[in-house]
């Protein structure tokens, strides 16, 4: 009897410990701890969150597989999709006045990171990123990370990334027998020698418009080794900077087309896709614009490179387009984490690449099926850009547009034949008082 006993105990002791492992093993951490949505039932059965996104395909990614979400959790998610100018003024009424919606909402790091911070209107995310290491945040790239946190704090959660790249006519650098640029001296020599504009084809074209040309001036700036600030002081008008707003303005002036002085992206776009330039430089993000029979000329022709390295080496800027921010006043900041962490997570992005969105994770840019849904030619490009680039395009100011129209008109005036010197020792000082009165208040 006293046998029988003790088997029945160690049967019973190993039946609990065989249950505590399979515990284990099947999600049995708390749901607050590791936030491991679809492990432990429907952990947010009966909560809602609002999220307000831009059009976008990240965005058309999202809601299409919002329904297998929402079956894993239990979360209902009520997904807004507005155009941009709409997504800010929604966002711009919504947070000044304190509301809690919406939990989650898509932000343009660059324009509006430090301003939504300073405000307090979204909360710091540095907590939530490290809490389950499935989620693996040391995958995404660190400028597209540098392009998402303020003072410091992650603000923002990278959803589709940016790069300035070199766009070109291959047939006509074949034709001509001129290799692929790789700096940007070689650059200047190819411009020269495809220039053609009694044949309708002008050596380059890039942004001419006063405040949309900073982004794409910024790779010239950075490639020389200079930048708009550092260390709380403008530098626009270095050694290193004049040399890049000259390369600029330059290119432009001497081998551009008419009227680039109006050109902000589509229209310069829309000369390189008539096959009426050589040479274009712009976000990577556009490429299927030049791709696409119903707006392109030169569909099988347009061949993708590296930005061109400059005294300082190839520092194109590698940006985070779009990000997804959580709302400081949210009453279900938990349920928003859980959404954040799987529209950002790998599955997702991949799914958002496989439809030509570029996202911020390394490990989806190195799988095969990540990549698939860009042009062959295109890939290295951009996954080089990523290891090199910058994480900002444009002025680290909250008055970033003010900033811009400072800077850009120093590309105005070397457009209309004035002295780039004098013009940035000027825009400087209207620069840092800019950076002054931030600091003051």
């Not at 088997?7 to 065989?18: K, N, R």
């Not at 998610?77 to 909402?105: C, M, W, Y």
């Not at 324009?111 to 389950?132: A, C, I, M, S, T």
């Not at 959580?326 to 009453?331: D, G, T």
Request: charged share 20%.
């Amino acid at each position: 009897m006293r046998i029988r006993c003790i088997q029945w105990t160690t049967l019973f002791v190993c039946i609990m410990l065989m249950a505590s492992t399979l515990a284990g093993c099947f999600g049995g951490h708390d749901q607050d701890s590791d936030n491991s949505f679809g492990k432990n039932g429907k952990p947010y059965t009966g909560t809602s969150i609002t999220a307000y996104m831009g059009v976008s395909p990240a965005a058309d990614v999202i809601r299409s597989m919002l329904p297998e979400f929402e079956s894993q959790t239990g979360l209902k998610v009520n997904l807004q999709i507005l155009a941009n100018e709409q997504l800010s003024q929604k966002l711009s009424v919504q947070l000044t006045a304190g509301s809690s919606n919406p939990d989650v909402f898509m932000i343009r790091p660059l324009e509006e990171v430090k301003l939504f911070h300073k405000n307090g209107w979204v909360q710091p995310l540095d907590e939530y990123v490290r809490r389950n290491p499935d989620y693996d945040f040391d995958d995404f790239s660190k400028s597209a990370i540098e392009s998402t946190t303020a003072d410091g704090k992650l603000i923002s959660v990278p959803l589709s990334t940016e790069q300035q790249i070199l766009y070109y006519r291959k047939d006509l650098l074949e034709q001509a027998g001129i290799p692929v640029p790789k700096t940007l001296d070689e650059l200047e020599e190819a411009v020269k020698k495809l220039h053609d504009p009694d044949n309708g084809v002008y050596g380059f074209v890039a942004r001419g418009q006063r405040n949309a040309l900073v982004t794409q001036l910024s790779s010239f700036l950075y490639s020389e080794g200079a930048d708009f600030q550092k260390d709380g002081k403008a530098t626009i008008n270095t050694p290193e900077a004049i040399k890049g707003i000259s390369r600029y303005a330059n290119l432009l002036k001497n081998y551009g087309p008419p009227g680039v002085l109006n050109m902000a992206w589509p229209q310069a776009m829309g000369v390189f896709a008539q096959g009426k330039a050589a040479f274009f430089t712009d976000a990577s993000a556009i490429y299927s614009s030049m791709l696409d029979p119903g707006t392109s000329k030169i569909v099988n022709k347009v061949g993708f490179a590296m930005f061109p390295a400059g005294q300082a080496g190839a520092k194109p800027f590698n940006i985070t387009a779009w990000g997804l921010a959580m709302n400081s006043a949210s009453a279900n900041k938990e349920a928003a984490w859980t959404f954040i962490e799987w529209a950002t997570g790998k599955d997702l992005v991949l799914k958002s690449q496989q439809r030509g969105n570029p996202g911020a994770r390394n490990s989806v840019w190195n799988d095969p099926q990540g990549v698939s849904g860009f042009p062959e030619e295109y890939i290295p490009v951009i996954s080089e850009s990523i290891q090199v680039g910058v994480g900002h395009d444009r002025p680290q100011v909250i008055s970033v547009s003010e900033a811009r129209d400072i800077i850009g008109d120093i590309v105005i005036k070397g457009l209309l034949g004035e002295d780039i010197k004098d013009a940035a020792d000027k825009a400087n000082q209207a620069y840092q008082a800019i950076i002054d009165r931030e600091k003051a208040k």
